[in-house]
């Protein structure tokens, strides 16, 4: 390539020239993401899940899902296979789906997987939450009849001398025992305070707040 300055002085670069299509290339970082979703979900869902993480496709627009599918022909990755019936009982539950089996609003499946109440796996960010519902979760989540003993939060802290965002942590740690209990008309957290491994410990772990794990 040839650059004529102002003046008429002339400098040579070379310049490598991409082959066709080269600048409207899709990132190789997404390419490699596509292959990872495309073993379980379907063109639609890929499309969802690029689209919320906020990814373009070579022409720096949001895809489609038939932009998805030719991403995937012209890189030959194989489309996402038939999926196996999950457990009508146990799952693997969406987000939504085990909002639904639990007797809860999504936002509570979201804030109980953010704080560790709830375990789901989610295979990148956007990507549907996959939610195994055992029968331990759900004894623990559904919010039956509080056990008998068992005391709410603030109670919980009294006796055990520390704050309740202490006792929070420890309830999702496992290192006390804890249950969504029905009481009257609300659900609340009922504590089984003689389940304590950890003892009175005054303030001396209370490094974890937990705002949202709170007395109903």
């Not at 409207?24 to 869902?45: C, G, I, N, S, W």
């Not at 804030?111 to 796996?121: I, P, Q």
Request: glycine share 12%.
């Amino acid at each position: 390539m040839r650059i004529v300055w102002k003046g008429g002085a002339t400098t040579e670069r070379e310049v490598i020239r991409g082959p066709a299509g080269w600048a409207h290339r899709t990132p190789e970082a997404t390419v490699e993401l596509v292959h990872k979703l495309a073993q379980e979900f379907d063109d639609a869902q890929i499309m969802r899940i690029l689209n919320k993480q906020g990814r373009r496709s070579g022409r720096g627009i949001p895809f489609t899902a038939s932009a998805v599918t030719s991403l995937r022909g012209k890189n030959r990755i194989p489309k996402c296979a038939k999926k196996v019936a999950t457990d009508p009982r146990h799952g693997p539950f969406n987000a939504e789906e085990a909002a639904r089996e639990l007797g809860v609003t999504m936002s509570t499946v979201h804030r109980w997987l953010r704080d560790g109440v709830l375990a789901g796996e989610q295979l990148t960010c956007g990507a549907p939450w996959r939610i195994v519902l055992t029968e331990q979760v759900r004894e623990r989540l559904v919010g039956g009849e509080a056990p008998e003993g068992w005391v709410g939060l603030t109670e919980a802290a009294r006796r055990l001398g520390v704050s309740k965002s202490q006792v929070a942590y420890w309830v999702k740690s496992g290192k006390l025992a804890g249950v969504r209990a029905t009481v009257g008309k609300r659900r609340c957290w009922r504590i089984d305070v003689d389940s304590a491994t950890c003892g009175k410990q005054g303030g001396l772990f209370d490094q974890t707040s937990n705002a949202h794990f709170q007395e109903s």
